[in-house]
């Protein structure tokens, strides 16, 4: 979990596995395009930075937060080489009953490829009051959630080797 006092881009790169062998997809919202290009940039590095070239590392745009259970559904099903997928998304909380709806969607999609699926989808959707907290958590003063999916998907990449 996030806390004020934690930067979202640092990772102990020893304590990870190489990922130069892995795949992964990344589906991006294009709504609030600046904050997901930001995630995405932070995740893509990471991932370099883990050793995955870049042709392993697959982008589809989607127009909105709640388009990345699609994309993400048909990602896995039209590319049997990956080993996992991180959508990326943001949702600023507005006046309306919006917000609530399309945050609680999307949790429970990707909740729900989590369960059907053979590989890891992993999250990462701001789902901030304003622009500038989402801002911050991707390459702002926080650092950047892109770049902690991108670890946790290594991780889960590994967990779901070992069986």
């Known amino acids: 979990m996030a806390t004020a006092n934690k930067n979202l881009s640092e990772y ?16 991006v919202s294009e709504w609030n395009d600046k904050v997901t290009n930001g995630l995405f940039s932070g995740a893509k590095e990471a991932l370099l930075d883990c ?6 590392i697959v982008r589809w745009d989607v127009p ?3 388009e ?9 099903e039209v590319d049997e080489n990956l080993d996992a997928v991180i959508v990326i998304g943001c949702v600023i909380k507005g006046e309306t009953m919006h ?16 369960l059907i699926s053979e590989i890891p989808v992993i999250f990462c959707v701001l789902t901030d009051n304003n622009e500038q907290q989402s801002l911050d958590r991707s ?14 998907a ?3 990449i590994e967990l779901n080797t070992k069986f």
């Open 51 to 56: 050793g995955m070239s870049e042709e392993n």
């Open 68 to 76: 990345l259970i699609f994309g993400a559904k048909r990602m896995i």
């Open 154 to 156: 290594l991780k889960m």
């Open 12 to 27: 102990d790169k020893s304590t990870l596995p190489d990922a130069k062998d892995f795949k992964v997809g990344i589906v």
């Open 139 to 152: 390459g702002g003063v926080h650092g950047n959630k892109g770049t902690e999916a991108a670890i946790a």
């Open 99 to 114: 917000f609530d709806f399309v945050c609680q969607g999307v949790t429970q999609g990707i909740k729900d490829l989590n």
């Open 64 to 66: 909105g937060s709640f």
